[in-house]
Antibody, heavy 121, light 106 residues
């Protein structure tokens, strides 16, 4: 069964870059039925979609974060990554990596457990 | 970017039925997610009204015009959670989540 595993720093200083990686186990990231993304949830708030990436490296970004967000995919290592630049306290959140499935009309059918990121000096 | 609006909260008694609305879905397929406290969300409904394998038929989805509805029958204490709608906006190539609805059992 496919699983997603987030990793990254739990604490990031303001104005620095947040980098997270999601390792995919139990399946291939290169399957073109799926695409891969990040969703975040600030404390006490709702879900916010951040960005997606396909196995060929094509990305789609949340317009509100477009200037600060980038994603990359490493198919041999079966993982994908998120970079968010110039972070502020507003970027403090639980970050989930996610699999979108074309079988489910782009719904997220697999979620990571989430990793908590705090932006603070 | 699209905005999907849900009521902040709904409540009902155990065994009863509840519905949760999601407006602003335009012509896009709608999914529904359940987020139990301190856990990752879980897919309940996709393509407006389809259930993934393993989701009980107590959960149902429907869509009419630009609004979608999640229905839950035979409410159980384990259904207390926050529920989100979501849709892929194909005109903007972005995914959008609803504002979320907290379900409380009376």
């Amino acid at each position: 069964q496919l699983q997603l595993h987030e990793s990254g720093p739990g604490l990031v200083r303001p104005w620095e870059t947040l980098s997270l990686t999601c390792r995919v186990s139990g399946g291939s990231i290169s399957n073109n039925v799926y695409f891969w993304g990040w969703v975040r949830q600030p404390p006490g708030k709702g879900l916010e979609w951040i960005a997606n990436i396909y196995y060929n490296g094509k990305t789609e970004l949340n317009p509100s974060l477009r200037r600060r967000v980038s994603m990359s995919v490493d198919t041999p290592k079966n993982h994908f990554s998120l970079n968010l630049t110039s972070v502020t306290a507003a970027d403090t959140a639980v970050y989930y990596c996610a699999r979108h499935s074309n079988y489910f009309f782009s719904a997220v059918d697999v979620w990571g457990r989430g990793t908590t990121v705090t932006v603070s000096s | 970017q699209s905005v999907l609006t849900q009521p902040p909260a709904v409540s009902a008694a155990p065994g009863q039925k509840v519905t949760i609305a999601c407006s602003g879905t335009e012509n896009n397929y709608v999914s529904w997610y359940q987020q139990l406290p301190k856990t990752a969300p879980k897919l309940l409904i996709y393509q407006n009204d389809k259930r993934p394998s393993g989701i009980p038929d107590r959960f149902s989805g429907s869509k009419s015009g630009t609004s979608a509805t999640l229905g839950i029958t035979g409410l159980q204490t384990g259904d207390e959670a926050e529920y989100y709608c979501g849709t892929w906006d194909s005109s903007l190539n972005t995914y959008v989540f609803g504002t979320g609805t907290i379900l409380t059992l009376l």
